[in-house]
């Protein structure tokens, strides 16, 4: 019989981020957003008035991917950029559309929680836990 590897939490946590992912990419699926475009619309409208370089900074995209993104979202109607004129730092805020795409992309991210917590009460209560001890030592900037 095969020896079972040392449990690894790294590869615990990668391994349970890959299947929550997964379940979250396709609740977001019909709505048109992808996880990542999820967090970039979040942090919008968290920071109205964000820049394309400080937007990027905390998507952990380039800046190239933040205006392209961003440009989509504009063409959807979703968010809109309130620059007096080119060449100006963007004031980037989200529409009332966008706010809408955001209540209901909530509402799936509740959904898929609420299931999560069912089956794993003890898991989710303890990442729970270690999150908040987590911000409570780390300052972000």
Known sequence: MPQQPPFSPTVALLT??????A?????LKPLG???????LLGHVRGT???SFSDLARRSRITVQSAHATVAAFA????????????GSASRLR???AGERLLAEAGER??????????????LVDALRAEMQAMVR???FS
């Open 48 to 50: 109205p008035g964000i």
């Open 137 to 139: 030592s780390t300052t």
């Open 33 to 39: 957003l992808t996880t990542r475009k999820y967090g």
């Open 16 to 21: 349970l981020s890959r299947t929550w992912d």
């Open 94 to 96: 989200v529409t009332e």
């Open 75 to 86: 063409a959807a109607g979703l968010v809109e950029d309130a620059t007096a004129h080119a």
């Open 109 to 122: 991210v509740a959904e898929l929680d609420a299931r999560f917590a069912a089956t794993h009460p003890g």
């Open 23 to 27: 379940a979250l990419t396709d609740a």
